[in-house]
């Protein structure tokens, strides 16, 4: 049975959190990738930036919708939300957009783990991490290759 560690890309691209908002836009536009973990100087994850993180900066700022009931004023949005929203818009470093504690999947998991887990909660790739340290990056592509007759491994490995 295939594991994670069959099919992970091992060479990752990796960004800082005090990486600047438009050098991480030039990296995944280059690599045309969807998002990039996060590292710390240890090379322990602490979070992903995806495009569509970067994507939120275009939003307009979020304007809570309340209505009154009984005299009573009730928002439709929390304030903690609205914040993270606003937090998103006015980012300039990866701290400031990443999603912090990101979904993660360690090396021995099974293909059929990461691929629930990017059907379900719609993933695009998934960080692998083994005790805490950053080891690879499993995407939708490295499961989709598994489909094909013998391709056990990508061709780039050895």
Do not use: W, Y
């Not at 280059?30 to 590292?39: A, D, F, H, Q, S």
């Not at 495009?51 to 004023?73: R, W």
């Not at 949005?77 to 606003?86: A, G, R």
Request: some cysteine; proline content about 6%; glycine content about 6%.
């Amino acid at each position: 049975m295939l594991k994670v560690k069959d099919i992970m890309s091992k060479n990752v691209v990796t960004v800082s959190p005090d990486m600047d908002i438009v050098q991480v836009a030039a990296i995944l536009l280059e690599k045309r990738i969807n998002g990039l973990p996060v590292v710390d100087s240890n090379g322990r994850l602490v979070g992903i930036i995806c495009q569509s993180d970067l994507i939120a900066q275009q939003k307009q700022l979020p304007i809570p919708s309340i209505f009154n009931l009984l005299d009573g004023l009730i928002p439709l949005k929390s304030l903690n939300k609205i914040e993270k929203e606003v937090q998103k818009i006015s980012a300039t470093t990866v701290a400031h957009a990443m999603t912090v504690d990101p979904v993660s999947v360690d090396p021995e998991a099974s293909i059929e783990t990461v691929a629930s887990l990017m059907v379900n909660e719609n993933f695009h790739s998934l960080p692998v991490v083994e005790r805490g340290k950053l080891v690879g990056i499993v995407g939708k592509e490295d499961v989709l290759r598994t489909l094909l007759p013998g391709a056990e491994k990508k061709p780039s490995q050895s």
